[in-house]
């Protein structure tokens, strides 16, 4: 009886080592290939492209953030949006935070991104934010800022 008992209890330490060995592995694996790490602005890279489109609906200008990352690593990215409605405007904000995560092989993430929306040329009724959240900084664009500003210059 002594005997099998000690059996089992090396069975059971072996099967505990063997599980808590794959839970650290899975982790890891997660961490290095799923969450990532946070970004710094030395990074990254933002840029911003301008251009004008028309359609039936009107005349707008499109305004698309492209987001690189310098480090050669992936590029993943948690995104959410937030809509507030006061005093007849809409506020949209849109809250990006870039994460690098190490390349997975034969898979086509690449390092880039972009982010983006159209502004109505004669209604300015919708404020729009691009929020970019890094490890050390963030930075905060206007799009309707930056949208006056173009057809300032044009």
Excluded: H
Excluded at 11 to 29: M, R
Excluded at 64 to 93: H, I, P, Q, W
Excluded at 131 to 148: A, E, G, H, P, W
Aim: hydrophobic share 40%.
């Amino acid at each position: 009886m002594e005997k099998a008992k000690k059996r089992a209890t090396k069975i059971t330490a072996s099967v505990f080592g063997i599980l808590s060995f794959v839970t650290a592995a899975a982790l890891i694996c997660l961490k290095l290939f799923y969450w990532g790490f946070a970004v710094s602005a030395d990074d990254i890279s933002i840029s911003c492209d301008i251009s004008e489109l028309s359609n039936n609906a009107g005349d707008f200008i499109d305004v698309e953030f492209n987001v690189t990352l310098k480090n050669g690593m992936s590029l993943m990215y948690d995104a959410n949006v937030c809509m507030d409605f006061t005093d007849d405007r809409s506020f949209r904000y849109e809250y990006v935070t870039p994460r690098a995560v190490f390349r997975i092989p034969f898979d086509d993430t690449g390092s880039s991104a972009s982010f983006g929306c159209s502004v109505d040329k004669s209604n300015s009724g919708l404020k729009n934010e691009f929020n970019f959240i890094l490890k050390d900084t963030s930075y905060k664009y206007d799009v309707n800022d930056i949208v006056t500003d173009y057809l300032q210059d044009a």
